[in-house]
């Protein structure tokens, strides 16, 4: 009765460490990955090419002032 309590419970935990550190990873790596994205653009006016973290849908150039969408590879 013992030992099959002792099992059910190391199982339990065993179980339960496994999801805490998956989940605790995959929140790691969602910042990681927010903070290195960058979005790259390309100035038409003056032909700058400039980058911004995220995912903005417009960027000022930094040499012109002008508003230029992302790239799209
Ligand atoms: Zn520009």
Do not use: K
């Amino acid at each position: 009765m013992a030992l099959s309590l002792f099992l059910s419970l190391l199982l339990l935990f065993g179980i339960g460490g496994i999801f805490f550190l998956w989940f605790a990873y995959d929140r790691r790596g969602t910042r990681e990955h927010h903070r290195r994205y960058q979005t790259v653009f390309h100035c038409v006016r003056c032909g700058h090419l400039y980058g911004s973290t995220g995912r903005p849908r417009q960027a000022d150039c930094p040499a012109c002032g002008l508003a230029n969408i992302p790239l799209r590879f």
